[in-house]
């Protein structure tokens, strides 16, 4: 930061008590910092100690000292401009004194106006000469080469930095050009290219391998400045060069030593790669890419890991890459990898997290094709098979029919919400079309005036335009009440959008009703969020009958099979609604819905107002085929399959309760996890 006028200390130096006292009030006056002395010696002490930005100097001090002393201080202090004071100075007096450096003089008393005025221009031209030397020593000491040629690219000026690097003095590149530096490695279309971009007005970038003085060569990294007039015409141009020869150094010998490592890794037995934290191939030895079948440069462009994979396999391949990252042990390293031909084959992966700085940033490891030891293991195994043939067989036919019943039991589910559900998406369809009709005719509407407007349009451009036309608008207007149109589209956009997130509320919940996962998968399932779905399903079955409330609590997510949990829980809300419908009541009756939870297990009720089930029977109604429906409404299937799905896949219970004052209470308890071996247990 460079000091304002405002904030500079001047010196007054006069033999005259009155002169001084006066030209420093008027100094004051003007905002400025003044001290003064009556002598040449005393000046001399004040300058010593303090930093004196302008100095006034009286032309009669004591004979010739003034002009001694003005000598003087151009000698020490070339950057402190001094004004002369005198009140008659002689035209050999005044030659004299700028001669010896004065930048002006003052007649005194000194007016104030050719005072302020004067003081300005000296300290605004003692601060450029400040900056200007500044700026100087700052290129002159720069560790940067810089240089400054004319518009031909002639060498005008350069510092200390470029003669260390080149070698070459200043007198011996003066004038002359930057081709004395050509090592002829680089293409004339490189220089043309070059000067061309320069001479256009542009900054240019780029590097160069010139040659020194000595015959050596070097990189440099160069930018070029043209510097242009007012007017935009060039008048030099500046160079800012870096040696950066060191760093091809660098860079050469980090290539070497990938090289170095590159020829060693494809001398491995086993393909060896790395992945960042999207999954990205980043590395991968030669065995890699002949056991997968891709080429370097198929690499190079970007290859997911998922690609080496069956599809069947990339959703646990995400997961164990997850939890490797997150250093969560899994057992199975197993997976059935993919080649580029489309052929899968077994390999075995070994990996590790990459660790930089304390973080992840990757994953390293080795992919072993394990075709042979399968083999083996299959060979092995199938002869096992043959003793175990009959269980199996035995086992998959129970399993079949069980697989049956449930999807009749299903299919039946479906088969009777079949039309309320088709009832329910007529409803927004059918409001959607009405919305769809509305807007047909309105847009007619509006292109008829549009045409309207078009056709006036064309009256004004040919200058025949008449007030009668602009009556038939407005009446064209007024007639298909066209605000009123544009006042009712938006509310009917608004509507049909909301019939549209009604259908698609409804397919959302069939389709995490219908079947998604095996029978035997068991995933993560927030229990709320299926029971919300069937509520949307089964909608039809109670809404004319009762009232749904529901008290959800914050559940966790449970493990188990969403699509077995969400027939169960179907069921039970079409039992419910069946109950109530069967018997008059004075008033709409409620299902009522409850979820909470403990440390170990997931809850669900299901109560209603119907009339409850007889003591006797309660103990029955898990049995297969027992129902207590009339003959052709139901074959008994669904709590004995809701019961098969709660307790015996995955180890939960339902129970029944039916209060004294009426209606019935289905508690479903699912465990958070599901224990295989205990399930596996209650079959053997």
């Known amino acids: 930061m460079f000091p304002s006028d405002k904030q500079a200390t001047l010196l007054v130096v006069d033999g005259s008590e009155l002169i001084r006292s006066s030209t420093s009030r008027s100094l004051t006056t003007l905002g400025y910092h003044c001290l003064t002395a009556d002598s040449g010696e005393s ?4 300058l010593g100690c303090n930093k004196i930005d302008l100095l006034f100097l009286d032309c009669a001090l004591s004979g010739k000292e003034s002009l001694e002393l003005l000598s003087f201080l151009r000698q020490h202090y070339p950057d402190t401009p001094v004004i002369m004071t005198s009140s008659v100075m002689s035209s050999a007096e005044e030659e004299d004194a700028f001669s010896r450096g004065a930048y002006d003089y003052l007649v005194t008393p000194v007016n104030s106006c050719r005072l302020e005025i004067t003081l ?3 300290l605004a031209e003692s601060e450029n000469r400040y900056k200007a030397k500044l700026f100087s020593a700052v290129i002159t000491h720069s560790p940067v080469a810089i240089t400054i040629t004319d518009r031909e690219g002639h060498f005008e000026y350069v510092n200390h930095a470029f003669c260390q690097t080149t070698g070459y003095s200043f007198d011996e590149v ?6 004395i530096l050509k090592s002829d490695e680089h293409a004339e279309s490189y220089y043309k290219q070059l000067w061309e971009s320069i001479t256009a007005g542009k900054n240019w970038h780029g590097e160069f391998h010139n040659r020194k003085k000595n015959g050596e060569l070097y990189w440099e990294n160069t930018i070029i400045i043209p510097i242009t007039d007012l007017g935009g015409n060039i008048l030099h141009f500046i160079s800012v060069k870096q040696d950066i020869s060191l760093r091809k150094q660098e860079q050469e010998a980090l290539a070497e030593s990938e090289r170095r490592f590159q020829e060693l890794a494809d001398l491995l037995p086993q393909p060896i790669f790395e992945l960042d934290l999207q999954g ?15 080429s370097i440069d198929e690499l190079q462009g970007g290859v997911s890991s998922l690609m080496l994979f069956a599809p069947e396999e990339r959703e646990r391949v995400v997961r164990n890459m997850e939890r490797r990252l997150q250093n969560i042990p899994f057992e199975n390293h197993e997976y059935m990898g993919l080649k580029k031909d489309g052929s899968s084959f077994p390999i075995l992966a070994y990996t590790a997290t990459i660790i930089r700085n304390g973080k992840p940033v990757g994953i390293r490891g080795i992919a072993l094709d394990i075709t042979d030891r399968k083999q083996s293991e299959d060979a092995l195994q199938q002869l096992n098979q ?3 043939e009959r269980v199996q067989e035995r086992t998959r036919e129970l399993d079949i029919t069980h697989r049956q019943m449930m999807l009749q039991e299903k299919l039946a589910s479906i088969g009777q919400l079949a039309a309320g559900i088709a009832h329910e998406l007529n409803n927004p369809i059918n409001f959607v079309r009405i919305n769809f009709a509305t807007l047909k005719e309105d847009l007619a509407d509006l292109q008829r005036v549009l045409q309207e407007h078009r056709r006036i349009a064309v009256t004004l451009e040919e200058g025949s335009f008449s007030k009668e036309e602009l009556d038939r608008l407005r009446q064209l207007e007024e007639s298909l009440a066209i605000e009123r149109i544009l006042d009712d589209m938006p509310e009917i956009f608004v509507e049909s959008e909301r019939g549209f997130e009604r259908i698609t509320t409804i397919i959302g919940s069939m389709k995490n009703f219908s079947y998604r996962h095996d029978i035997d998968e068991k995933v993560l399932f927030n229990l709320n969020q299926g029971i919300r779905d069937m509520l949307i399903i089964a909608r039809n079955e109670y809404r004319d009958h009762a009232d749904v409330e529901t008290l959800f609590d914050e559940l966790p997510p449970i493990q188990c099979n969403p699509e077995q949990i969400c027939q169960v829980v179907l069921n039970l809300i079409i039992n419910s609604a069946q109950a109530i419908a069967s018997q008059p009541l004075p008033s709409r009756s409620t299902i009522r ?7 170990r297990r997931v809850y669900c009720s299901i109560s209603d107002d119907g009339p409850g089930i007889a003591e006797e029977l309660q103990r029955r109604i898990f049995e297969p085929f027992f129902t207590t429906r009339d003959p052709g409404k139901g074959i008994g299937l669904g709590l004995s399959i809701s019961y098969d799905i709660i307790v015996h896949k995955h180890g939960g219970t339902i129970e029944v309760h039916c209060p004294p004052e009426g209606g019935t209470i289905f508690t479903v308890a699912l465990p958070m996890r599901i224990n295989t071996e205990q399930l596996l247990a209650q079959y053997l």
Do not use: Q, S, V
């Open 280 to 294: 990205r191939i980043t590395y991968a030895n030669r065995l890699g890419f002949e056991l997968f079948g891709y």
């Open 174 to 179: 003066k004038g002359r050009t930057p081709r």
């Open 386 to 388: 043959t003793l175990e």
């Open 120 to 122: 300005k221009k000296a």
């Open 43 to 46: 000046c001399l002490e004040l």
């Open 593 to 599: 819905i409850h979820t909470w939870h403990d440390t």
